[in-house]
């Protein structure tokens, strides 16, 4: 019996191919993470655009995300110019509180991450997923039997957050800090436009949480998103006995 090494190509093990497990490993790296700093591939017109029409026609907004669908294949946004362009709107707000009241750059700082981390992204995660849940798990309809059927991306919940998070952005992060010397003091005028900036902001959001969800097709019963608008309107006028919700709010950030 020889006692040399056979040639024997079947007793051989293939070769491990690093370049296929890296394209795996980066077709499971979301897209829009992928490109999060190639700013030149950016279409932050496009995103400029989107923020224009939250404001004046949200519907038209879902309605391109519509025929985002058709040509991507997915709901949910692959460019990360609108996440860009509104973290950015947020430092510059945070820095302009954080001057106003004198919190240094430690504290502007501290403010910076605050806002993003906390308010835009924890937060919206947190009310992401609870939408994206209470879809899949009783709204999500699919009406033909032998199709596919279709979930609600985690991914676009949360650009419906951040969709219907930029009005609120809008109202109480840059009009709120303009209105700030009437809404520091204590009289009735102070605590019904400070109240009456935050119930706008919370119907807004609602709102643009139910065209978020009315948009997809295999989506029923989306109006249960606009439920919470009868609990606001409650807490609202509960809060004009005195309770300045600006105030409140604005000492926990600033003081």
Not at 33 to 58: H, K, N, S, T, V
Not at 162 to 167: G, I, T
Not at 219 to 236: A, C, D, I, K, N
Request: glycine content about 6%.
């Amino acid at each position: 019996m020889s006692l040399l090494p056979t040639n024997n190509p079947l007793s051989r093990s293939p070769p491990y191919d690093f370049s296929r497990r890296q394209r795996r490993s980066s077709r499971s790296i979301p897209v829009i993470l992928r490109r999060l700093f190639r700013f030149p591939q950016m279409d932050f017109e496009f995103a400029l655009w989107q923020m224009g029409y939250l404001l004046i026609a949200p519907s038209r907004v879902y309605k391109s995300i519509y025929y985002h669908k058709q040509t991507k294949n997915q709901w949910a946004r692959d460019d990360p110019a609108f996440l860009v362009l509104f973290a950015t709107l947020l430092c510059i707000s945070a820095v302009a509180w954080g001057l106003v009241y004198g919190l240094g750059i430690v504290g502007i700082l501290r403010a910076i991450l605050f806002m993003i981390c906390v308010d835009f992204l924890l937060v919206g995660s947190v009310v992401a997923t609870g939408c994206w849940f209470l879809s899949n798990r009783f709204l999500a309809h699919n009406g033909m039997a032998h199709a596919n059927p279709q979930t609600v991306e985690w991914a676009y919940a949360f650009d419906v957050h951040c969709n219907s998070f930029f009005p609120v952005f809008l109202i109480l992060y840059v009009v709120q800090f303009f209105f700030m010397p009437l809404l520091q003091r204590s009289n009735f005028v102070s605590l019904f436009v400070g109240n009456t900036m935050y119930l706008i902001s919370s119907i807004w959001y609602v709102y643009g949480t139910f065209l978020g969800y009315n948009a997809l097709p295999f989506l029923v019963h989306t109006e249960l998103f606009l439920y919470p608008v009868g609990m606001f309107v409650l807490l609202f006028i509960l809060s004009l006995f005195g309770y300045n919700v600006s105030q409140h709010v604005l000492n926990a950030y600033f003081k």
